[in-house]
């Protein structure tokens, strides 16, 4: 019970959850090893908006 009232609510706004994470992943917490997932997620979102964006130039 004393951990659930610990625990931050919930925000109520997508864009302060967005937020939020965005903190996290500068490194709020994070170590070399979330540090470097992090850099090959993003290479790969990137990655995949190139072919995207080179499909959607083929039609």
Not at 30 to 35: C, L, Q, S, T, W
Not at 43 to 52: R, Y
């Amino acid at each position: 019970m004393a951990e659930e009232q610990q625990r931050r609510p919930l925000p109520r706004d997508p864009l302060e959850h967005h937020q939020d994470a965005e903190q996290h992943i500068a490194g709020a917490h994070a170590g070399p090893v979330e540090n470097a997932l992090v850099s090959a997620l993003l290479a790969v979102a990137g990655e995949l908006a190139e072919i995207k964006k080179l499909l959607r130039n083929r039609r």
